[in-house]
């Protein structure tokens, strides 16, 4: 896929598939981007990645490597598995941000979109979500849903910048506990 430009001083990434060696990084990226009952488990990461119908993008830095795991990251140790997104090990990995959707029949559905703090405002979630969308509509859908916490601010102000529309609240959707907007997009005409 081509390189894009970032905004903030013009650094390089690329949008490329999912490589299992990426598993382990995606997870802790969204277990910094999340609050606890929002983060997912790495069970249920895998799961949503797994499902039929399933896609994983992965935005890479230009300047990093592609993404494979070298020998050194083999050998770390694991005790820092539990917990919350080793800043040091994502840093090291060169991916800037990640997102996950899925197609259902003529709808897409964006599962999460996962950016890092220092490539936020940059440029590359919106590349994310148009070439997820790009996929979602080769796929056959014809219009794309997301969910996302009420009090989520920067992230409905994000959606909104994204062309999604505020479609309803879903009481209790997060662990019982929060709701949700759930917000929708058309991709094509259905005519």
């Known amino acids: 896929m081509p390189l894009h430009s970032r905004y ?6 690329r949008i490329r598939p999912f490589k299992k060696a990426d598993f382990r990084t995606l997870w802790r990226i969204d277990q910094a981007c999340f609050e606890p009952q929002l983060a997912y488990s790495q069970a ?3 799961f949503y990645m797994r499902r039929p119908g399933s896609f994983t993008l992965v935005a890479q830095d230009g300047a990093a490597d592609d993404g494979t795991e070298s020998e050194r990251d083999k050998n770390k140790d694991d005790s820092a598995q539990g917990k919350r997104g080793s800043t040091d090990e994502i840093a090291d990995s060169g991916i800037l941000g990640f997102i996950v959707a899925e197609s259902r029949r003529r709808t897409g559905h964006i599962i999460t979109i ?17 070439a997820a969308e790009e996929k979602l509509l080769r796929a056959g859908a014809t219009s794309v849903a997301l969910e ?24 209790g959707y997060y662990s019982n506990q929060m709701d949700a907007l759930v917000m929708t997009k058309a991709l094509a005409s259905t005519s």
């Open 8 to 13: 903030n001083g013009g650094v390089r990434f």
């Open 44 to 46: 249920e990461l895998d």
């Open 114 to 130: 996962d950016v890092v703090e220092k490539a936020r405002r940059s440029g590359v979630g919106s590349a994310l979500m148009q």
């Open 148 to 171: 996302t916490p009420v009090n989520n601010a920067a992230a409905i102000r994000f959606y909104k910048s994204e062309g999604y529309f505020a479609e309803k609240t879903v009481a």
